[in-house]
């Protein structure tokens, strides 16, 4: 039987775009992979970032449920040191009101931004290390066993919307297993961890009312397509969208498209290939044998894809070609 397949979605502004055009592409996206069969579309919280449109994510997992009818939608993740538990358990058990059965809540504690974000965020600068204890208040308001005295999440409380913790270090891991909820690991741009983290998960997992046993999702990069060289193309077009994301002058202005092959040549550079280890690029056959092995490289359960193909329109081929690979075997 395939290995299930979801989609992270980041909602990216191409060049020229706008937000609105972005959000229109995320709901087409959507709506192919519920017709491929795709389990879930996950929507990440990111913010101060110029071409990332899912800022405000469960306002978009609200946009794109009403535009689909039965493919699971949720965060991968919110950063909850950005939040209240309670305001993130109201928001959820909202969604789930508005789509029974629907929606997932993925979790992490990076920034998810930086340092003068955090600010803008009025995040407290210690608020990561409160992580275990706020996700266990979120999920006490989600299951109805609040453990704020007088305090319940409404809507919200006794929704049971499904926890995963989402990490790219063993933190992540021993706090899932800890806690017996699935683990969701970002092996799309963070992957030297992968196999200790999922390795001690998997060894240290505790069954929980949510969970009964391991449940494992590992992040890849897909970009398919009808020729190889097609494929390969527009992976190295992500490849310079990514180095210029990542990397400024010494001034702080921006290096130019042009320079991007230039700075993938430098030590700096490639840093973004070691991010995209895991991607697997070429037609649908090369994608489902790269797709396959790395399954069973990351002991998953389910793969979360990131289709990381430049225009809208080559993403949606990208989720169709994918799917149809999958299936064919």
Do not use: C
């Not at 609040?146 to 919307?161: L, M």
């Not at 992500?238 to 991007?260: E, N, V």
């Not at 991607?279 to 790395?294: I, L």
Request: glycine fraction near 8%; avoid cysteine.
């Amino acid at each position: 039987m395939p290995i299930p397949l979801s989609i992270l979605d980041l909602a990216p502004i191409a060049k020229g775009e706008t937000a609105s055009s972005s959000i229109a592409a995320s709901v087409a996206l959507a709506r192919r992979a519920e017709e491929a069969g795709y389990r879930r579309v996950w929507y990440a919280e990111h913010h101060n970032m110029p071409r990332i449109a899912s800022s405000a994510t469960s306002v978009l997992i609200a946009h794109v449920g009403a535009q689909t009818s039965s493919i699971r939608l949720g965060a991968g993740g919110v950063m909850l040191p950005n939040h209240s538990p309670l305001t993130i358990a109201e928001q959820f058990g909202t969604l789930e009101a508005m789509y029974p059965g629907r929606i997932d809540l993925g979790l992490g504690r990076a920034p998810g931004s930086d340092q003068n974000t955090m600010y803008a965020l009025r995040r407290d600068a210690n608020s990561a290390d409160r992580f275990p204890q706020d996700v266990l208040e979120l999920q006490g308001y989600l299951t109805g066993n609040t453990r704020v005295p007088g305090v319940d999440a409404v809507p919200g409380k006794g929704s049971n919307v499904p926890l995963y913790v989402l990490g790219s270090s063993m933190f992540g891991s021993q706090l899932a297993a800890a806690l017996g909820l699935p683990y969701a690991f970002a092996s799309h741009f963070a992957p030297q961890l992968l196999e200790p983290a999922v390795a001690a998960y998997r060894a240290e997992f505790r069954p929980s009312e949510q969970l009964d046993r391991p449940y494992v999702i590992a992040g890849v990069n897909v970009v398919a397509a009808d020729t190889t060289d097609d494929a390969r193309e527009q992976f190295q077009v992500m490849r310079r969208i990514r180095a210029l994301g990542l990397f400024t002058r010494p001034d702080g202005s921006r290096y130019s498209y042009d320079q991007a092959d230039a700075l993938l040549q430098s030590p700096a550079g490639r840093h973004v290939d070691q991010m995209l280890q895991h991607s697997a690029v070429g037609t649908p056959d090369e994608v489902r044998e790269h797709v396959e092995g790395f399954a069973k490289f990351a002991d998953a359960d389910e793969l979360i894809v990131a289709h990381q193909s430049p225009t809208p329109e080559q993403r949606l081929r990208s989720v169709t070609l994918l799917a149809e690979a999958m299936t064919d075997r």
